[in-house]
T-cell receptor, first 109, second 115 residues
Framework: GNSVTQMEGPVTLSEEAFLTINCTYTATGYPSLFWYVQYPGEGLQLLLKATKADDKGSNKGFEATYRKETTSFHLEKGSVQVSDSAVYFC????????FGAGTRLTVKP | KAGVTQTPRYLIKTRGQQVTLSCSPISGHRSVSWYQQTPGQGLQFLFEYFSETQRNKGNFPGRFSGRQFSNSRSEMNVSTLELGDSALYLCASSSAGYNPTDTQYFGPGTRLTVL
């Protein structure tokens, strides 16, 4: 069945550091891929998405490219801020939604 | 457009009781999905409703049930509560549901504590 594997956290970075959170997937069809972010005490917010191979999703300085050849959708940001501290979820949708386990990011000033 | 709303935001119940959680989707959205989030198990899919019909169901016992009304609002019910049911219950809505490109939008969740 379809599944998503995310790099385990927690990840701790200093402000202005480069961020990469790895995400790989297994799917039999042609899924769409998503990154969601969850701030403390809140639900999930859509961060970005890509619906086909080679698409790049971007939002608020975050980017991820749908790589079919490596079945990956890694999240990147060039310069993180303290306000980016949250839990990040990679997800795929091919009918059902499947979520990764989540990666907790802490950014220190 | 108003987002997905869930009520109540917080609930405290005791073992053996039952609970009903409510979700109002984004206006025009016809699909509602429910998830349970716990530190140990992460996000787990409970069920999805579309046009008042349950379209898909996760691997949860029959104590967990749901329904959807003609205005797309949804409720989920948990009977005979157990300590392990303590979790954040998230509702998500999307316009049609089964299109892979269709984005799910989440509500803030209901935090259920079972004592």
């Amino acid at each position: 069945g379809n599944s998503v594997t995310q790099m385990e956290g927690p990840v701790t970075l200093s402000e202005e550091a480069f961020l990469t959170i790895n995400c790989t997937y297994t799917a039999t069809g042609y899924p769409s891929l998503f990154w969601y972010v969850q701030y403390p005490g809140e639900g999930l917010q859509l961060l970005l998405k890509a619906t086909k191979a080679d698409d790049k999703g971007s939002n608020k300085g975050f980017e991820a490219t749908y790589r079919k050849e490596t079945t990956s959708f890694h999240l990147e940001k060039g310069s993180v801020q303290v306000s980016d501290s949250a839990v990040y979820f990679c997800a795929l949708r091919d009918g059902d939604m499947r979520f990764g386990a989540g990666t907790r990011l802490t950014v220190k000033p | 457009k108003a987002g997905v709303t869930q009520t109540p935001r917080y609930l405290i119940k005791t073992r053996g009781q039952q609970v009903t959680l409510s979700c109002s989707p984004i206006s025009g959205h016809r699909s509602v999905s429910w998830y349970q989030q716990t530190p140990g198990q992460g996000l787990q899919f409970l069920f999805e409703y579309f046009s008042e019909t349950q379209r898909n169901k996760g691997n949860f016992p029959g104590r967990f049930s749901g329904r959807q009304f003609s205005n797309s609002r949804s409720e989920m019910n948990v009977s005979t509560l157990e300590l392990g049911d303590s979790a954040l219950y998230l509702c998500a809505s999307s316009s049609a549901g089964y299109n892979p490109t269709d984005t799910q939008y989440f509500g803030p969740g209901t935090r259920l504590t079972v004592l």
